[in-house]
């Protein structure tokens, strides 16, 4: 493709219906969108956000894989925390958001959907070959043999090994982690693997743990096979996903930005957009024609000077 001058980001005044049009004319202009989503589209399913509209944590940074790796007191804290907030995650359902990318991608409009979100709610939507960025938390990997095992059995496995636990109430987190504190955490035993013993530890990225590099080019060569890009509910604070607005931006692919609050991409975007994803993307899937159908869609992509 053509690469398009870099541009300043023109702002939408944060009303939604300029939010929709001015989202709904950088669809039509290309034909296949790279989409990348982060915890903002995932709030409207009860599955709180990390960050404030400042980027800035909004509670305790969740913990790191070398934390969590070198202490059992970790494990167990978090493994408890988790037992806890399991139930209200594992309940979460996908929202109109997240229906309404499956639609666009049923329209040939999503050529590739990547999620830093570790929920599953894509896919529970309907969205197929959906990258998960930093994993899926329905997943337990064992550190030493490497074996997966569900989520679910893990959780059974916990509530037996701990009676009792499984009455804690708690406030679910973004990672399933759960606020759940002047507890004891010392008596609780956390099951080793299985197959060889090894540790074992949701199969998401933590923080201080780099994204398998398999998963970064399958991603990246998604972005480089797209017309545009789409970030929707991410303040892009994390490298792993602020990288592909930087791939974005330096391959001369055009970036539009929903979301609510400033991002670290702000400068890089052709389009910042605020609005509730929950009533954008569904009146954005709503107007947007199918890959193909839009004829004139070249000559509707507005080179800038
Ligand atoms: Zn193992």
Known sequence: MD????????????????AVDALGRFVAAHRTLFVLTGAGISTGSG???YRDADGAWKRVPPVTLQAFTADAATRRRYWARSLAGWAPFAAARPNAAHHALARLQDAGRVGM?????????HQRAGSTGVIDLHGRLDQVICLGCGACHPRAEFQMSLLRRNPGWGRHMAAVAPDGDADLEGVDFAAFDVPDCSACGGML?????????SVP?????????????????????????????????????????????????????DDLATLKVQGDCT????????QAPAAGASAARDAAIQPRA
């Open 213 to 265: 590099r398999a998963r970064v080019e399958a991603a990246t060569a998604g972005l480089h096979a797209s017309d545009a890009m789409l970030v929707v509910g991410s303040s892009l604070m994390v490298w792993s996903g602020f990288r592909f607005a930087r791939m974005a931006a330096a391959a001369g692919i055009p970036l539009a930005i929903l979301n609510h609050g400033r991002t670290r991409a």
């Open 201 to 209: 530890k949701p199969d998401v990225v933590f923080f201080g743990q």
């Open 47 to 49: 599955i709180p956000d």
């Open 279 to 286: 009533r954008v993307l569904p009146a954005l899937a709503g």
């Open 3 to 18: 690469a398009l001058p870099a541009a300043a980001p023109r702002s939408t005044p944060p009303d939604e219906a300029a």
């Open 113 to 121: 959907l990547l999620t830093q979100n570790v929920d599953g709610l």
